[in-house]
């Protein structure tokens, strides 16, 4: 089974055991625990230290922190966000009780302490800037998605889509949710037969797989995961699908005419200092008459996402607002047509791929190891509380070069279950 | 019947006459021109000066402008934005062929020549500074609105809407469509009887009259126009419908709670350094569980409106890009969930309003002067042309609080036509 040792989520497990014989609990200890929750907007949570006593006596609340030495208490008034992840991974952090609710009364703690109104300040440049030129770009990638197709088989649906899913009804399995999100996006792009596509950002090509074989478009997929194109292309030969060519090669580098552009969960990487870049692609392949989409997580306040995910999940990454996102189309002149938030079918989809983690954690720390298993527990626990909190969103952005008035005239056919994929 | 002649749109109508004695052509005439042309894009148009020859001999366009008299042609090369309004209005250019296809060549050619790259810098805040103290705000909306209940009940649909309307299929009336938007916007906010509903700018009070009828909501609907807030409360008096409330009060005034926020057509009149502004009477007056909807029109550029429609039409008003109307949400911290852009709709509502302003302009004519014909004329087609043309758009944008989970869950319901208008 191929994976990566290498992959470092957690760096305080080396110092974890010394570290754990912090001796008796001090007034200071418990004066400390206030102060980092009185700083995190003091969430209604159960906490205690080494000493395994409740330390904040009144709490009814249904979890409990544990905080197991006092070298971690220090680390976590020091930066919380990034050490609360490095140390849970670590073990040095124990949740009882669900997590998801315990992190949502943690974030709207958070979100309630943080005056929004003072907050609210565009992130100056200099902070959004997000290390990505072409090389760089390529080594985050590669700490993320190059860990191994193994591993994201165990809990990704059948055709590897590691986006935001649509529910059309909540019930529905992630297989056929994953299946609708492709449906909703090529509904959306008003996607025809024989059209061309440049998908930017493909992940492991399930939608150039899907517009190829629905559609009869002819897709040119970009990525530069090494991993994720050899898998993509195995699958579009196995599965004998003509009309899509993936490309091992950075966004920046695409050219060529297309009646399509989409790029569905990459913009979190490309970094708000290249929206512009990415913006000049898009105006230098997109036709007169054709459409595009971007499809990114973002958020409602402009602000660097946590330093532990920056730091140990995902490298280089920054989630936009809906303004930092118009740095795309505004210099081009694009017309924004549709965007819609799809916050909840995240938490959803997440929710999906966290019970899938946890069926097959056994198999996950084999592959890696237990600190392994809780950062991505904590990531994708994490996730679903940002998005049900309201502080992460989804975003589907729809446009067309300014003027274009083949654009759809209503919504009316993204619903019409009859539509028979864009075929006469 | 009630109008004003102290409507001043066109001033040059007062040194008209004189004017028109301009001698013989001479070739720098032919020259300024040419000249003149070049500024705005060479546009493929037909031209003549006050001998009536064609100035522009290859031309084979369906149109044709003439320029009657040398001083017009000096205030073009001056301000082409602001005098030809202004001169077209007075009777001192005339345009052959038909109007709206005339301008949408020369926006057209407009939009090519400025690199739109090169303009893409966001408007310096002092450049978007619009004069919207809420004394200077009573002022512009006199302006446009209070010219006289009789001028618009002339070429408005029945119910007196004054913005986009909704087109399910491009063929309906004018009176169905605006019925549909209203329609949609309830639909988009989910509106359920006994809401609580706040409106920003209630025209002549349509919206708020349907909102109680249809769906048993409490308004309270807001104006400054004062002739507008009169032919409202009659209209709701006539037609006996309790559960609305039409208030003279500028927007930045209005207290309360409210389930709805909704503000159509308002946000024009706002100005870009009221956003934030208008960002907090939201805030302070949209319940934890609620959702708004801003209608505005909007453009893909930031750039201020042409000096004659700033001038003579609107003043005080600025269309805002997607970007800039985000200044009402993110310093609130507002989820956006919903952006629909209805352009093209808002061209084909245009359209039926210059139908019937075109069927009336004889009473107009009567009411004001000819040049007051004119300069609406040139509005509308104006209008028109440039939502064509995409550089005006029109936004609908839904958003609730942050984290607020009741949200619609799929866009499914806005289209399901057995819907009840939020009944049981």
Redesign the interface.
């Known amino acids: 089974m191929k994976t990566s040792k290498a992959y470092a989520v957690c760096p305080t497990t080396l110092f974890t055991v010394g570290a754990r014989a912090s001796g008796r609990v001090l007034e200071i200890d418990r004066w400390l625990l206030r102060t980092l929750l009185n700083g995190v907007g003091s969430p209604d949570i159960g906490a205690a230290l080494w000493d395994g006593k409740d330390a904040l006596p009144g709490s009814a609340a249904p979890f409990r922190m544990t905080i197991q030495n006092r070298a971690t208490l220090l680390r976590l008034i020091a930066n919380p966000l990034l050490y609360f992840g490095d140390d849970y991974s670590a073990g040095n952090i124990e949740i009882e009780g669900e997590m998801v609710p315990f992190l949502e009364t943690v974030y709207?703690a958070m979100?309630r302490r943080g005056d929004?109104?003072r907050r609210?300040k565009p992130v100056p440049n200099w902070q959004r800037q997000t290390v990505n030129s072409p090389p760089e770009s390529r080594k985050n990638i590669h700490h993320h998605y190059d860990i191994g197709n193994d591993f994201y088989r165990l809990w990704l649906d059948r055709e590897m889509l590691y986006t935001c899913a649509y529910?059309?009804s909540?019930d529905i399995s992630l297989e056929e949710a994953q299946v609708a999100k492709m449906e909703l996006v090529c509904r959306k792009l008003r996607l025809k037969g024989g059209e061309r596509v440049i998908e930017a950002g493909c992940g492991w090509g399930a939608l150039a797989r899907y517009m190829a074989k629905q559609y009869g478009a002819k897709v040119r997929a970009f990525n530069i995961s090494s991993e994720q194109v050899a898998y993509a292309r195995q699958r579009a030969g196995e599965e004998g699908i003509a009309g899509v060519e993936y490309i091992e090669d950075d966004y920046r580098n695409i050219t060529g005419e297309c009646d399509v552009f989409v790029s569905i969960g990459m913009l979190e990487h490309v970094g708000p200092n290249n929206y512009r870049k990415l913006g000049e692609v898009i105006d230098r392949t997109l036709s007169e008459t054709g459409l595009g989409l971007i499809h990114s997580i973002g958020q409602?306040?402009?602000e660097p996402m946590s330093d532990w995910l920056q730091k140990r999940i995902f490298p280089g990454s920054y989630t936009p607002?809906?303004?930092e996102m118009?740095?795309i189309?505004?210099?081009?002149?694009?017309?924004?047509?549709?965007?819609?938030?799809l916050?909840?079918h995240y938490a959803r989809t997440l929710e999906h791929w966290l019970e899938r983690f946890e069926l097959h954690s056994g198999q996950v720390a084999q592959m890696f190891d237990e600190s392994f298993v809780r950062a991505w527990r904590l990531y994708l626990c994490g996730s679903i509380a940002n998005f049900?909190?309201?502080?992460l969103?989804l975003?589907q952005v729809l446009f067309s070069?300014?003027?274009?008035?083949r654009?759809p005239?209503?919504?009316?056919d993204?619903?019409d279950s009859g539509k028979n994929h864009g075929k006469p």
């Open positions: 709207r979100a929004v109104r609210s529910f059309p909540r409602n306040i402009a607002t809906v303004r118009m740095e189309f505004e210099p081009y002149a694009f017309n924004v047509i549709d965007l819609e938030n916050r909840l049900t909190t309201g502080s969103e975003f070069r300014r003027g274009n008035n654009v005239w209503t919504r009316a993204l619903l």
